[in-house]
């Protein structure tokens, strides 16, 4: 199951942030086997977010034989098989949740002709081995973008508030109904443009989740902490301060599981 995180605009709409979220979150809540991609070429927050910034900068990035460049060399030589895809992942939740580092390549035409070349594969391949396999896909229509979203089961655009991204989305969509659902990020109620307003306006209510701003999550991606914060906040109670957010997660998550028909009560943890 490929699901891919995706917006019209870079840098405005979380949409790292918010794959990170819910696919912590869905590692500790259900029984499934994840994996975390990206096919950012600039800098991403990904591997940031949940990998300390010093081991990634003095070792794990300096690697030949970890990352989706090194699959990538693989690939082109060799028959993939579970072991093989194993290698070149990073274990961040023992048997829940597994990384596959980005590109170091920083020869954008270079990394597009490599890439572009086994991306189908890389994609196919993994999806055999993980139960979910979620992707922060580049911003906008680029042709490895547009190779994962199409490949993907589901897409989540990622929107905030801003009339400007969301009318953006909806006059170029390219997505038939099933295959998307949007995801509104830093929700605000109190904003004009909320919940009421938009699905009366754009006619998704049966098609839209949504995550508030949570500053110590902020904090916590800052500090390579994510995982750190979520488990520290699992079962938050009703009155702490981060509860919306990890309600909203928690019910996006869901969403999300229930869209590409996952019966989430047979891989809830604790049964």
Not at 32 to 58: G, P
Not at 171 to 181: P, T
Not at 210 to 235: G, H, Q, T, W
Not at 242 to 266: P, T, W
Request: hydrophobic share 40%; net charge positive.
């Amino acid at each position: 199951m490929q699901i891919a995180f995706w917006s019209v605009v870079h840098g405005q709409s979380c949409t790292t942030s918010n794959m990170v979220a819910i696919s912590i979150m869905t590692a500790l809540d259900y029984r499934f086997k994840i994996l975390l991609a990206h096919n950012h070429i600039d800098r991403s927050t990904l591997e940031s977010s949940i990998i300390n910034r010093n081991y990634l900068k003095s070792d794990l990035m300096n690697l030949a034989d970890t990352g989706i460049d090194a699959l990538s060399r693989f690939i082109k030589f060799n028959k993939v098989d579970k072991e093989s895809i194993m290698n070149y992942t990073s274990s961040i939740l023992k048997n829940r949740l597994d990384l596959l580092i980005g590109t170091s390549i920083k020869n954008k035409e270079f990394h597009k002709d490599n890439l572009g070349k086994v991306i189908d594969t890389i994609y196919t391949s993994v999806n055999e081995y993980y139960d979910i396999v979620f992707v922060d896909v580049h911003s906008g229509f680029n042709e490895i973008s547009s190779k994962i979203l199409d490949s993907s089961d589901l897409v989540v655009v990622n929107l905030n508030q801003n009339i400007n991204v969301i009318e953006e989305f909806f006059q170029n969509n390219k997505f038939k109904l099933d295959k998307y659902i949007i995801l509104l990020s830093m929700y605000d109620d109190k904003s004009r443009f909320n919940y009421k307003m938009l699905s009366r306006k754009y006619r998704f209510k049966n098609n839209f989740g949504m995550i508030p701003y949570c500053r110590e999550f902020a904090d916590a991606c800052n500090d390579s902490k994510a995982v750190d914060f979520f488990m520290k906040n699992l079962n938050i109670r009703k009155d702490d301060s981060n509860y919306m957010f990890i309600n909203k997660v928690r019910e996006a998550a869901r969403f999300i599981l229930k869209k590409v028909n996952i019966d989430v009560g047979l891989k809830k943890t604790g049964d």
